[in-house]
């Protein structure tokens, strides 16, 4: 059974920093890229980053570009989303989403299995 768990919300002031971490099972690992996607109140998903564990490409929104790092510990199965510079405009719930090994052009939600989501919320 594929499960993804999300961790490492929580509320941080404007400018301040949080980890986010997406741990993975169920699943060969190796073989799949991880997502981070976000939905804010009345707004639709948002795709905020990917990374392919299998052919190893990143992507970012241009929005996040400069302020978020995703990488990947494959001896835990674990994706990270190291989100600095915070702003309030990140507030959203931020979800990790896993499918066959290259993420997709343009950041789209084309994952078949999600996390729960966790809850980030930047004050200004």
């Known amino acids: 059974e594929v499960q993804l768990v999300e961790s490492g919300g929580g509320l941080v002031q404007a400018g301040g920093s949080l980890r986010l971490s997406c741990a993975a099972s169920g699943f060969s690992f190796d073989d799949y890229a991880i997502g981070w996607f976000r939905q804010a109140p009345g707004k639709e998903r948002e795709g905020v980053s990917c990374?392919?564990?299998?052919?190893?490409?990143?992507d970012y929104v241009d929005s996040v570009k400069g302020r978020f790092t995703i990488s990947s510990d494959n001896a835990k199965n674990t994706v990270y989303l190291q989100m600095n510079s915070l702003k309030p405009e990140d507030t959203a719930v931020y979800y990790c989403?896993?499918?066959?090994?290259?993420?997709?052009?343009?950041?789209?939600?084309?994952?078949?299995?999600w996390g729960q989501g966790t809850q980030v919320t930047v004050s200004s």
């Open positions: 990374i392919s564990i299998w052919d190893g490409v990143l």
């Open positions: 989403a896993a499918r066959w090994r290259s993420c997709l052009r343009g950041l789209t939600s084309d994952f078949g299995s």
